[in-house]
Structures are given as C-alpha cells and as structure tokens.
C-alpha cells in the first residue's frame, strides 16, 4: 500500500494483477502521481487478474489493473468495468532448467515449446510449474494449452501452485521446472538471486504479447471515483515516458513498454485475445 497524507486524505481502492506490484511499477507510479495529487492514499491489492476482477464486483475496488483481455471481456459484458485503457505491454516468457531437458530453445513458436515439454513430461524427462489460479498469466497458459490440442491437468508432472507468479517462480526454481512467467517478474527475481536455476529458454512472437489495462470499477462512486479516473489518466498519457524507463538501471532493458505509439496494434492484439 502507497499513502499520501498531504491534506485532506482519499482513499482509492485498487486491485492489480500481481506482476505490476511484485516490480513496484504501480508503486512507482503512484510516487509520481502523489506529486500531482497529493492527499491521496492509493490502497493497492496484488491479486491475480482473475481475483481482481471478482473484487471489482463485489465492490471492494475502484480500479482494476489486468492483463486477461478474455475475463475483462466478461465483466465488461455485464457492466461491471469499463472506460478501458492500455497503458503497457510486455511478453510471457517461457523460463526452465539451463539443462533445458524438453529441448524448447530452438522451438518456432510457443506452441511447439508445450507440446515439447508435454512429450518430455510424458517421458518423465520434464516437470512444469503452473500458476493455477485464475490469473492472466495462467488463462494465457491454459490458451497455449489448448492451441497444441493437449489437456496437461492432472498429469503427474503438471503441478499447480494456486498462487502469484512470485511463488510460482520459486517452486520452479526448486523443482527446475518450465514455467509461464510474464517477462517483469522474471527479470526482477533473477536479478535478485532468486531463481538461480532457471533460465529464461523462449521468448517473443504475438501469441506471448502481454497487454496491460486499467479500468473503472462502474459501481465506484463520488471523490474515489474521481481520484481514480485521474489516475487512469495519469498512467496512461502522462506517465508513458516513465514506464518506457523504468527499472532500466537495474535490469538492462525495460520492464514494460509504454502502449503510446502502439495502441492500434495493442487494441487488435486485445481483441484477438479477448475472442
């Protein structure tokens, strides 16, 4: 949670998908937007997309950060969010032992990477680390899934954490299992000597894009709701130079890139996924 007691204190209520807390970009964004709007206390839950979305209606959030443009497209459905706006984007990565037994490194596409890695799991060669737990990057997985036409639940070297992409990294770190991660967290992990035994074994190509939207909660209400569209507005026009440079220092290369510039090829990639 990030608050800001400047003045006359708002409380604004937002629920995130894990991988923008987890690299402390909303964190960071909520510093510079506290200089903008101080006063504001905005309180951050670290769920997954998923999750966030079910708080979104039951009422317990005013903004809702989320990367699962197939669940978004429900709870748009029936009112529960709207105003959408991406911000960033970034990709899924595909992260296992350096050993790299299913052999997905010079695979053509992702979809030929999990067919490798369930053929090697078959063999008893492999093991994979699933999220399980109804968030983006687990809807995303269980896409790839179904696009190789293979079914991996239940399968004895198939495990499912239920939990966020942080725990999930650390349980393939030590079971040196293949993982979906989106690219943020993984770097950040690695960086942090967390992950020693993972590598990051495949990236790229439009079926990994990984889009990021904010959204308002429609049964948000009075100065939150006003506070909260300032933020939306924040994160998604003023703030896209900083997203660009964020974490560059520590990591090499971004975290997220800002959706500026990109935002008609962005919303086609929304649209394809939310199908």
Not at 99 to 104: H, K, L, N
Request: include cysteine; glycine fraction near 10%; hydrophobic fraction near 40%.
């Amino acid at each position: 949670m990030t608050a800001f007691l400047v003045g006359r204190e708002a409380r604004v209520r937002v629920a995130t998908t894990t991988s923008l807390y987890a690299t402390e970009l909303l964190e960071f964004l909520a510093d510079e937007f506290s200089e903008k709007q101080p006063g504001v206390s905005l309180d951050f839950m670290p769920v997954g997309s998923g999750e966030a979305l079910r708080k979104a209606e039951l009422g317990d959030a005013c903004l809702v950060f989320v990367h699962a443009p197939s669940l978004e497209k429900k709870y748009v459905s029936k009112g529960v969010i709207s105003g959408r706006r991406i911000f960033a984007y970034n990709y899924f990565i595909i992260a296992g032992p350096a050993s790299d037994p299913a052999g997905i490194r010079d695979s053509e596409s992702p979809i030929e990477a999990f067919i490798k890695i369930y053929e090697a799991g078959e063999r008893g060669e492999a093991v994979f680390a699933s999220r399980g737990d109804g968030s983006g990057t687990h809807v995303r997985e269980l896409s790839l899934w179904d696009k190789a036409g293979l079914d991996p639940r239940g399968r004895p070297w198939y495990m499912e954490t239920g939990s966020g992409m942080g725990h999930t990294l650390l349980v393939a770190n030590e079971k040196k299992a293949y993982v979906l991660s989106d690219l943020g967290t993984y770097l950040k992990f690695k960086k942090e000597g967390k992950i020693s035994n993972l590598e990051l074994l495949y990236q790229g190509g439009s079926e990994l894009i990984n889009v990021y939207s904010v959204y308002l909660v429609s049964s948000c209400t009075g100065r939150e709701r006003d506070l909260a569209v300032s933020f939306m507005d924040f994160v998604s026009k003023d703030a896209q130079s900083l997203i660009a440079e964020y974490a560059i220092d520590k990591f090499g290369q971004p975290l997220f890139k800002p959706a500026e510039g990109s935002l008609e090829r962005l919303e086609e990639f929304w649209e394809m996924l939310a199908s």
